[in-house]
């Protein structure tokens, strides 16, 4: 069997759709955010690699768990992140329900429904947010606004990417029950463009992301640390205009993601929607 990271993708923080552990962070918080990345990327490649099978795959994302909780040495990303959390006694709760998302995309092809798809971001998403909190010693009073934000962020690359997952790996996680009442099956995102019923799908799926991110307009104003509510603005902000997009292009045949060149505009955006919620009552120093 080969380790965990014989089958990295390669991917980096850099190359991911939203900041991880930017220079907004503060430079004390980033080294155990990185390793938490790092920890959940290797994860994520096993589970996403395209040859290797799902018993491999789920024996390898066991020697990460294991060498996490301290029963093994096999992972070095795990035995990695355990000392990290060890040094700043934090919880590896996090990093196991990661690890049970990532056990699901082994063995789960297809989301019944929303409700569905939305426990599967309760372990894929939900807890990346709730460490980088912890991390920051932020109160479980932002864990709602944060859970909506992470979720929306699942689903947003979910629908960009819906073709290439079914092409790739024949995972679908757009619900069955919609692509149901529409009419269509999944061999629908093997075309070259989405017909009209998949295009209502899509942007119904996209109207309730833009649900989520309503409940979770007030985060960045929730969180004490400036540099952290800073981010947050970020994300928030480059969410919302992907899911604009995603009302507007059609992810089978057009570009979604951003670019780098329009990341300065988008930065902007985020520092007045940052300066708009710092102007009420101040909140604890960072």
Aim: hydrophobic share 45%; net charge neutral; aromatic share 6%.
């Amino acid at each position: 069997m080969s380790a965990a990271a014989d089958l990295a993708s390669g991917k980096g923080d850099k190359d991911e759709n939203f900041p991880v552990a930017s220079v907004l962070i503060a430079k004390q918080y980033r080294p155990p955010v990185l390793a938490f990345y790092r920890f959940a990327r290797i994860a994520d490649d096993v589970a996403d690699h395209p040859t290797a099978g799902p018993d491999e795959k789920l024996a390898l994302l066991e020697q990460m768990r294991a060498s996490l909780v301290g029963t093994s040495e096999a992972s070095l990303e795990g035995v990695a992140l355990r000392r990290a959390l060890a040094e700043r006694n934090l919880t590896n709760q996090h990093a196991l329900d990661l690890l049970e998302a990532f056990r699901r995309d082994c063995t789960k092809l297809r989301y019944a429904n929303w409700d569905e798809l939305i426990d599967y971001c309760r372990y894929s998403a939900m807890p990346v947010g709730r460490f980088v909190l912890d991390v920051h010693g932020e109160s479980k009073d932002t864990w709602p606004a944060n859970d909506a934000l992470c979720a929306a962020l699942q689903v947003i690359n979910h629908l960009q990417d819906c073709a290439k997952d079914y092409r790739a790996l024949n995972r679908v996680y757009l619900p069955l029950d919609v692509l149901g009442q529409a009419g269509l099956s999944v061999d629908v995102l093997a075309q070259p463009a989405s017909p009209p019923a998949l295009r209502e799908v899509l942007a119904g799926l996209a109207h309730r992301t833009q649900g989520l991110l309503n409940q979770s307009r007030s985060f960045a104003a929730e969180i004490v640390d400036r540099r952290l509510s800073l981010e947050v603005s970020v994300i928030q902000t480059l969410a919302e205009d992907l899911t604009a997009r995603l009302l507007a292009r059609d992810p089978l045949r057009d570009r979604v993601h951003h670019s780098r060149g329009e990341m300065p505009g988008l930065l902007v955006k985020s520092l007045f929607r940052f300066a708009a919620a710092r102007l009420g009552p101040k909140r604890g120093a960072s």
